[in-house]
């Protein structure tokens, strides 16, 4: 399964568009039907306004109708595996359940293996806001 996520994360990396940073990520999801989403990192000249390659796939695994990960690698061209920024960490957690794996890679091939749990304990959830007033 790994392999398949790993090829297309690598494939739409290629497409990224980071002028500004020249840092291109790519990332792959797999929705619990088993079928796979990708996403590439997009800057914007407004830097915060720019578009992680995670969040790009969740949007497309979203935009098809799921709404439940069952795993996720994420590539960049780097000396060691990048992990999610902290903001597509929570990302990933509004989909994921904890022992969810996230894999990190670099297009030299190391990789590096954790859960979304691991990655970001006690992440805020949607049961939090069941007893607020609005």
Do not use: W
């Not at 790519?26 to 578009?51: H, I, L, M, W």
């Not at 439940?68 to 929570?90: K, M």
């Not at 990190?104 to 049961?127: C, D, I, K, N």
């Amino acid at each position: 399964m790994g392999k398949e996520l790993r090829d297309k994360a690598i494939d739409v990396r290629a497409r990224a568009y980071a002028p500004y940073s020249n840092f291109k990520v790519g990332a792959a999801v797999r929705g619990a039907s088993g079928a796979v989403y990708v996403g590439c990192n997009v800057e914007n000249a407004a830097y915060p306004e720019g578009t992680c390659a995670e969040a790009g796939a969740i949007a497309a695994m979203v935009a098809a109708g799921e709404t439940t990960l069952s795993e996720v690698y994420v590539v960049a061209e780097s000396s060691e595996p990048v992990t999610p920024c902290g903001g597509c960490r929570q990302k990933l957690a509004e989909f994921g359940a904890g022992d969810i794996l996230v894999t990190m890679a670099t297009v030299q091939g190391a990789e590096q293996r954790a859960t979304l749990a691991e990655l970001l304990p006690g992440a805020f959830a949607s049961h939090a806001m069941k007893n607020s007033t609005r």
